[in-house]
């Protein structure tokens, strides 16, 4: 792995606060709202749909902390999103930051040479305005930008409360969203990392390629571009050659093309909330025992308990800042495609390279079961 810098480098054309939220296109939304507020423990929040005077789709917003997860399900073949669902299966296809101005952003990045997917829409109600534009990313993704400031309402214009039965689980401690992981096709990363140096402004801070990370079977490359606050951080990985296929390679054949990957959420303690989410039936990638074997020699001390990482499964990486703690769950639908990482950081800014090696052996028993490495 290659740290590049830590000093910006980039140019701050538009201010991005954060990440927004993101929207998940859902083949049945009412049922992954139960999932994702069952397993990881999100709150209702708010809702869109023919009940507030929204005829083509739903909308649920869910709320966990500092982080917003939408699952729209449009309601007939006609919309757009049913479209998206065929070819991509249920996945993430908005990644909206929160910025000061939607125009602004949007003009921005247009000038520069951005796709615009929404034009800039100030919506207002008795809450106060309401700003949304959108730009396209790699395969069928968006961004969106959010300007909200002066709107006091639950969500947005049109939403109302989400009220829905309660449902009791362990407090999962997830905090909010740290990184979103796109996948992109062979040979394609650099063009991804100039869009967002270029469109963005952002600027890489994180390369790597198959002499760092590979195993006997599938590899990848990887760049990590960021927001100037280090707020945005977006990893971007296409498959390098491997004896057998690539988990990228899997990925972009199931997913029908290049899409996000996985989405990490940060958590403040990694060990309450790998109890919490296991205890929820969350499935996670499996760690060979051997993993924790020579883990003190290679991680050097840290503050917990070796034995109860092991007995949770929890991987943990050192860079010269400090170290990470962290753990993967397997693809959470059907199609080997989206999944989620738990993340602690303790000093490290990284995104745990020196796991790869680890993973990679798991993830690869996992395509093996599936027939496809
Ligand atoms: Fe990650």
């Known amino acids: 792995m290659a740290l590049i810098s830590t000093e910006w480098n980039g140019t701050e054309y538009f201010p991005i606060h ?20 069952s397993a990881f423990g999100f ?25 917003f997860f ?15 669902l065929k070819k991509h299966g249920d ?30 829409i100030v919506q207002k109600d008795d809450n106060g305005e309401y700003g949304k534009s959108s730009i396209k990313t790699y395969g069928d993704t968006i961004h969106s930008f959010i ?13 109302a409360a989400l009220n829905l039965p309660d449902i009791t689980c362990p407090d999962t401690a997830l905090i909010t969203i740290d990184h979103v992981v796109g996948n992109v096709e062979t040979g394609k990363m650099d063009e991804w ?8 402004g952002f600027t890489t801070f994180v390369r790597f390629d198959e002499t760092d990370i590979s195993t006997q079977y599938s590899s990848l490359k990887s760049i990590v571009v960021r927001s100037k606050n280090w707020k945005v951080k977006l990893p971007i990985n296409e498959p390098a050659k491997g004896i057998k296929k690539s988990q990228i390679e899997e990925y972009l054949d199931f997913n029908e093309g290049a899409g996000v990957q996985h989405l990490a959420i940060l958590t403040g303690d ?21 993993y924790y074997d020579d883990l003190e020699k290679r991680v050097g001390p840290i503050d917990e308990d070796m034995a109860v990482l092991k007995k949770l499964k929890i991987l943990v990486d050192r860079d010269e800042e400090g170290y990470l703690l962290q753990l993967f769950t397997k693809p959470l639908e059907d199609r080997p495609t989206l999944f989620i990482e738990i993340i602690q ?29």
């Open 18 to 37: 954060d990440f927004h939220h993101v929207e998940y296109f859902a083949g049945n939304a009412k049922q992954a709202v139960h999932y994702y507020r």
């Open 43 to 67: 709150e209702p929040y708010a809702y869109c749909g023919p009940e507030t005077g929204v005829r083509e789709k739903v909308s649920y917003v869910l709320k966990k902390n500092h982080q």
């Open 70 to 84: 939408v699952f729209t399900t449009p309601l007939s073949s006609d919309h757009p999103g049913s479209d998206w």
């Open 91 to 120: 996945g993430i296809y908005d990644i909206a930051f929160s910025v000061e101005c939607d125009k602004t952003a949007f003009d921005s990045c247009l000038s520069r040479g951005a796709e615009g997917i929404q034009e800039p």
């Open 147 to 159: 300007y909200d400031s002066n709107y006091s309402g639950l969500w947005a214009p049109g939403f």
């Open 193 to 200: 990392q100039e869009f967002y140096e270029r469109i963005f």
């Open 270 to 290: 990694i060990i309450k909330s790998i109890t919490a989410l296991r205890t929820n039936g969350v499935d996670f990638l499996d760690v060979p025992d051997t």
């Open 345 to 373: 950081r303790k000093g490290s800014r990284g995104f745990g390279q020196g796991n790869f090696q680890a993973l990679f052996e798991s993830i690869e028993r996992e395509q093996e079961l599936r027939g496809n490495l």
